[in-house]
Nanobody
Framework: QVQLVESGGGLVQAGGSLRLSCAAS????????MGWYRQAPGKQRELVAT???????NYADSVKGRFTISGDIVKNTVYLQMNSLKPEDTAVYYC?????????????WGQGTQVTVSS
């Protein structure tokens, strides 16, 4: 099994910063990518940022220039530095690992960490 443990969420004023961390443990191998998704109340879960095994990164348009993803897939850690936070960034943030298998990619999820940005 795979376990993902997130930390770093909290309450911050608009314009502030937070740094999320995620550490994966367990049967970690053949990782294709790690990343962060978020889900606001009443909305679907959406991609925030991902980092692939070749270190390519991908960001949602809404966070480009404000958020930075980093990490080491070999060490099974991923971070999300969030700057210039806006109230619309308020959501539960989930760490994600995509692992390759003979049947395709398998998703693993953390328990989520709340980020609240006050105006």
């Amino acid at each position: 099994q795979v376990q993902l443990v997130e930390s770093g969420g909290g309450l911050v004023q608009a314009g502030g910063s937070l740094r999320l961390s995620c550490a994966a443990s367990g049967s970690i191998f053949s990782v294709n990518a790690m990343g962060w998704y978020r889900q606001a109340p009443g909305k679907q879960r959406e991609l925030v940022a991902t980092i692939a095994s070749d270190r390519n990164t991908n960001y949602a348009d809404s966070v480009k220039g404000r958020f930075t993803i980093s990490g080491d897939i070999v060490k099974n850690t991923v971070y999300l530095q969030m700057n210039s936070l806006k109230p619309e960034d308020t959501a539960v943030y989930y760490c994600n690992v995509k692992r390759r298998s003979p049947w395709g990619l398998i998703d693993y999820w953390g328990q989520g960490t709340q980020v609240t940005v006050s105006s």
